[in-house]
Nanobody, 125 residues
Framework: VQLVESGGGSVQAGGSLRLSCVLTGFGHRAACMAWFRQAPGKEREGVASIDRSTGSTNYDDSVKDRFTISQDNTKNTLYLQMDSLKPEDTAMYYC????????????????????WGQGTQVTVS
């Protein structure tokens, strides 16, 4: 199982970026997929999650109505569309997967995933 993020970069406040995360080794397994971020000196926090089977999504309040998580299962790719970016969105962004099927509801909780990508940097100025 491998996750590889891309799409990070530098953007001015109010701009947009779309992050991608290519999943390999997943097959058609059910999973809770999520995006997390970590700013320097801060703890990792959940941004958004999507149930790979149902498509149900959840968002942290700080990104609701600005970020959209989506997936293309034909391409085994997870996306995070980020609009109206703010300087406080600056962080390393990670995609992650929980394949345990232990939790009944898919939420972006950092203690849950068992697979992580290497991260992609987003800087908003």
């Amino acid at each position: 199982v491998q996750l590889v993020e891309s799409g990070g970069g530098s953007v001015q406040a109010g701009g947009s970026l779309r992050l991608s995360c290519v999943l390999t080794g997943f097959g058609h397994r059910a999973a809770c997929m999520a995006w997390f971020r970590q700013a320097p000196g801060k703890e990792r926090e959940g941004v958004a999650s999507i149930d790979r089977s149902t498509g149900s999504t959840n968002y942290d309040d700080s990104v609701k109505d600005r970020f959209t998580i989506s997936q293309d299962n034909t391409k085994n790719t997870l996306y995070l569309q980020m609009d109206s970016l703010k300087p406080e969105d600056t962080a390393m962004y990670y995609c992650a997967a929980d394949l345990s099927r232990f939790y009944p509801i898919c939420l972006p909780r950092p203690e849950r995933p068992n697979y992580w990508g290497q991260g992609t940097q987003v800087t908003v100025s």
